[in-house]
């Protein structure tokens, strides 16, 4: 290959990008060189040092109302950034976002403190508002300059948390840290470039990275997947130079037995998507790089497991490869034949991501130890993003409590998601002539119609599915995501596997289920 490529390149820098977390007093707040007072837009000014002989009628005059997100400098030898918070810092989401915009607020400085006490007096715990604060903080101040040659960034040192609490604080802390890191992979591997990170290179980082937090990698080349009979994935990369790579990774909890809950993650790995035969437009190309989110997702919220002390068994397929455009690429009526002997007639081939996690949901079925559930996560459809637009994520299901426990986690980490209906209506859209499947539909309902086709090969297991092409990326900083990828899902699965419980078999009827 004639591209020059610094061998010493690291698609995952943020893991060398650490931020200090310390446990300190409010004295300690008040004599730091940066500090935060969250203000309200309603009642009476917070007793904060700063803001002696302040009134609101002052702050009004200077443009600041305590409206949630809005920010004032107050300089002097401590320099003091007023943040609103609108109604009150009353959930842990109000905490993350006002934390991220006193980080952005204070873009200059490396090191910041705050009060917790300021957070909890509406009524959190120190360990949520603690987990909050640090989560915020890392995300907003996240930034990927990889390629850039002289960056005015300033990484964020150190933050000081002042706490009634310390041994509550140090708990949140330490979850929201390993939180922060899991989006920041996940947002640093979207962000690559996709000749920097080809499905080959993907299993590279992992089999480096995957032991060190406590995982088993197995990779499977080309000669392994026509082998184990993938041929969605193998058909997705058949005009693509690059080789795929299916990886499979593998957490055991210590003391697991086998009523162990086992769960299983499946992520589109898409490294870039041309669109292959169906070729997209140019205005639509930009962010293909991002295609393999799903992947991105999946893999860096299994890198956070042990840590997080997760007792179930997780297993993860990330399913990788180009879909590129060339004369050996899978044509328009081309016949697909995925591992378990279904077959699909390819209409569309810019519809490859429901193709290459067709293969993986069958193998993750097919586990000596069957899964309990299986959740898959991809930048699936444009149709998720015109529904629900750029801030919220679709997810559909066969099962009310995989769907209630994934909304769980979206709460948690507030990466929002909204269920559509598994309608079995559409399903006839799917018929082919030739094959057992069309991989496309209608012109309408088309995220409901991808779900529909995966869910073609999960069988009897218990399943839900997010869809997440509408929030993969932001155009623009925005509290704690940074322009560029999001990381989204990364966190939410994490916080899935680590409440995760098995499904119990009932009769009820699904209400996420249309038939």
Not at 103 to 131: F, Q
Not at 258 to 278: C, E, N, Q, R, Y
Not at 332 to 356: M, P, Y
Request: glycine letters at 10%; proline letters at 4%.
């Amino acid at each position: 290959m004639s591209v020059v490529i610094d061998p010493s390149f690291d698609p995952v820098p943020s893991l060398a990008q650490t931020t200090d977390v310390v446990i300190g007093s409010a004295a300690d707040v008040a004599a730091a060189p940066v500090r935060a007072c969250f203000i309200a837009a309603e009642g009476d000014l917070p007793a904060c040092d700063h803001l002696a002989g302040i009134t609101r009628e002052a702050l009004a005059a200077a443009g600041f109302t305590g409206k949630a997100g809005q920010t004032l400098r107050l300089p002097g030898e401590t320099l003091c950034v007023l943040v609103g918070t609108g109604e009150g810092l009353k959930t842990v989401a109000n905490v993350r976002d006002a934390v991220a915009s006193f980080t952005r607020a204070a873009s200059d400085a490396a090191k910041l403190a705050l009060d917790l006490g300021e957070i909890t007096s509406s009524g959190l715990s120190e360990r949520d508002a603690a987990l909050a604060a640090a989560e915020g903080a890392v995300l907003a101040r996240y930034r990927f300059e990889s390629f850039k040659g002289e960056s005015k960034h300033v990484a964020l040192e150190q933050l000081l948390l002042a706490s009634a609490d310390a041994a509550a604080a140090q708990e949140g802390v330490d979850r929201g840290l390993v939180l922060a890191r899991t989006a920041a992979i996940s947002r640093d591997l979207g962000n690559t470039p996709p000749r920097h990170l080809s499905a080959e290179k993907f299993a590279e980082i992992a089999e480096k990275l995957g032991p060190d937090y406590g995982l088993e990698v197995e990779v499977f080349d080309r000669d392994a997947l026509i082998e184990l009979g993938t041929g969605g994935l193998l058909g997705v990369n058949a005009g693509s130079v690059e080789e795929p790579r299916m990886i499979k990774l593998r957490y055991t909890p210590a003391g697991a037995t086998d009523a162990t809950p086992h769960l299983a993650l499946v992520g589109k790995g898409i490294m870039f998507d041309s669109g292959g035969i169906s070729l997209k437009p140019a205005n639509s190309m930009g962010s293909m790089k991002l295609d393999m989110m799903g992947a991105g997702a999946v893999f860096a919220s299994m890198l956070s497991l042990r840590e997080l002390g997760v007792e179930s068994v997780v297993t993860g397929w990330l399913m990788c490869t180009d879909n590129m455009l060339s004369g050996t690429a899978t044509k328009i009526g081309d016949v697909l034949t995925f591992r378990g002997g279904k077959t699909a007639e390819v209409k569309n081939s810019d519809a490859e991501g429901r193709l290459v996690l067709a293969d993986g949901l069958v193998l993750a079925t097919e586990e000596e130890r069957r899964p309990d559930a299986i959740v898959d996560i991809a930048t699936l459809t444009g149709n998720a993003m015109a529904a629900l637009g750029l801030s919220t994520a679709a997810t559909l299901a066969n099962n009310d409590q995989v769907a209630e426990q994934l909304a769980a986690a979206a709460d948690l980490t507030d990466e929002r998601i909204w269920p559509l209906p598994l309608d079995h209506r559409y399903r006839d859209q799917l018929k082919s002539n030739v094959a057992d499947l069309s991989n496309i539909g209608g012109p309408f309902g088309g995220a409901i119609l991808a779900a529909l086709f995966l869910n073609e090969f999960v069988g009897d297991v218990p399943w839900g599915h997010l869809d997440i092409a509408a929030t993969m990326e932001s155009e623009r900083d925005d509290l704690w995501r940074t322009a560029g990828s999001t990381g989204f899902g990364a966190r939410l699965l994490s916080e899935f596997a680590a409440a995760f419980t098995a499904p119990v078999a009932t009769d009820a009827p699904q209400s996420s289920v249309i038939k």
